[in-house]
């Protein structure tokens, strides 16, 4: 009857430290913490299948090493300037990841990587809409990130 007994009970007595004990406000601070206690099964999330550990250790090696590479870059790029023939640019990348985990997980690597961010998902055209500092070469940007994270994401994952 309460998939979350803990937070129905902590529910009940914020309320009641809200609005003072009354037993109306014990009946109706009941109430609202039952249906929200409800409510949050609809946010448990899947347990995912992760089909090879051993590959998310390599993954976090090379994202905490490409996010060291890429605050240096990033910094020297704010102190000296952009070269010539680099831009900031969006761009539309094609994504074969549908598990949700595994996406959310490339969604965390690109936007904690200085110089990359994340900014939309297609589901339906199965795309990934990211903003880039510094590109020269969009093709090479794409292909480097498909086979450095979206390879082993799709091993691990799916």
């Known amino acids: 009857m309460l998939p979350y007994p803990i937070l129905t009970l902590a529910l009940l007595l914020f309320w009641l430290l809200l609005n003072g004990f009354t037993p109306g406000h014990l ?3 009941t109430l609202v913490a039952v249906f929200a206690s409800w409510a949050m099964t609809a946010l448990r999330p899947d347990v995912p299948k992760v089909r090879k550990w051993h590959l998310l250790f390599k993954l976090l090696g090379l994202v905490i090493v490409d996010i060291i590479v890429s605050n240096i870059a990033v910094a020297r790029m704010i102190l000296l300037g ?10 539309l990348m094609p994504i074969e990841l549908e598990d949700r985990t595994a996406l959310s997980l490339f969604a965390v690597i690109m936007t904690s990587t200085p110089g ?3 900014l939309e998902y297609d589901s339906g055209d199965k795309t990934v809409l990211l903003h880039v500092l510094d590109v ?3 093709d090479a940007w794409v292909a480097t ?3 450095r994270y979206e390879k082993i994401l799709l091993e691990v994952f799916e």
Do not use: I, M, P, Q
Not at 82 to 91: A, I, L, N, Y
């Open 116 to 118: 990359s961010a994340w």
């Open 27 to 29: 009946v109706l601070g």
């Open 145 to 147: 990130v498909k086979n």
């Open 136 to 138: 020269e070469d969009k």
């Open 82 to 91: 952009r070269r010539k023939g680099h831009t900031s640019e969006f761009v």
